[in-house]
């Protein structure tokens, strides 16, 4: 797996490159300690939310059913925490894996790797 930034100026490009097989990896950052697990869209933001909690990046904003699955066994819930234009696509990931694990969205105005430790741990301490 890896995933590049784009900077450039063009705002029809994407953002983000991200190469590999990511609907079949389980990238954990931490240790799975509790029952839930904090699922972001990028490595960055993992890493950051991963200082406070079990965290795991999807490598874009999208949980395909075999990792809901394969999740589902190490946990019993998922907090979706996606940028906040991504807030109806973690609506409908949550609905579509139901089934499999109970996924709760956290809706905030920035990408997670935005916040500082302390607002991180702040923002799971109420929704997690």
Not at 17 to 43: A, C, H, M
Not at 73 to 102: G, I, T
Request: aromatic share 10%; glycine share 8%; proline share 5%.
């Amino acid at each position: 797996m890896w995933q590049g930034r784009y900077f450039g100026r063009n705002p029809r490009h994407p953002k983000y490159f991200t190469r590999g097989n990511y609907e079949s990896v389980l990238d954990i950052i931490g240790q799975p300690l509790g029952k839930n697990i904090i699922l972001t869209e990028d490595l960055i933001s993992a890493i950051k939310v991963g200082r406070k909690h079990t965290t795991m990046p999807l490598w874009g904003s999208y949980l395909s059913t075999s990792n809901a699955k394969r999740l589902s066994v190490l946990f019993s819930e998922a907090f979706l925490w996606l940028d906040y234009d991504k807030r109806e696509e973690a609506v409908k990931l949550s609905l579509k894996h139901c089934l499999h694990l109970d996924i709760i969205p956290i809706i905030t105005h920035l990408d997670p790797k935005c916040y500082t430790d302390g607002e991180i741990g702040a923002a799971l301490h109420h929704g997690v």
